[in-house]
């Protein structure tokens, strides 16, 4: 994956010579298994093409709402768990919509995650290994 300091900020297509090339989180191509920070309910953040994401293959039972913040599940081995990556801005008719973190149009630096944090057998962070991109006091 490749981050800003706010979070996700896309995901790596391929790497040339002397360019990465790189899917900002909010392309059809991107999708990223996610939990809420809340309440853990899972599902998977998709790229819609525009500056949202969707939520989907969620459970029914899953306690979603306005303002949970999501992060990486761990799930799938894709990242490891709890990397900051959007916050729910909508919820309509079973229809859950998020912002990402991070900001995508103005931008200085981004940085590449080639080998994943520390984990444990779980697919958690290290007990000692801040939640990147999310507040330190949620």
């Known amino acids: 994956f490749v981050f800003s300091p706010q979070g996700i900020f896309g995901r ?3 790497i040339g ?3 990465l090339y790189i899917y900002p989180i909010t392309d059809y191509e991107v999708r990223i298994p996610v ?10 953040l998709s790229g819609n093409g525009t500056q949202d994401m969707t939520l989907r293959f969620t459970e029914h039972s ?3 709402k306005v303002g949970d913040l999501l992060a ?4 799938a081995g ?5 990397l900051g990556v959007a916050q729910i801005t909508r919820i309509h008719e079973h229809i859950i919509t998020a912002r990402p973190l991070s ?19 779980d697919g958690l962070l290290e007990p000692d290994q801040p939640a990147y991109g ?3 006091d949620t």
């Open 12 to 14: 790596v297509d391929r």
């Open 17 to 19: 010579q002397k360019h």
């Open 35 to 44: 939990q809420s920070h809340r309440t853990s309910d899972h599902g998977i």
């Open 62 to 64: 899953a306690d979603f």
């Open 72 to 75: 990486t599940s761990g799930r």
């Open 78 to 82: 894709m990242a490891p768990n709890g």
């Open 103 to 121: 900001d995508l149009v103005d931008w200085d630096y981004v940085m590449v995650l080639s080998t994943p944090a520390p984990i444990t057998e």
């Open 134 to 136: 999310l507040p330190a």
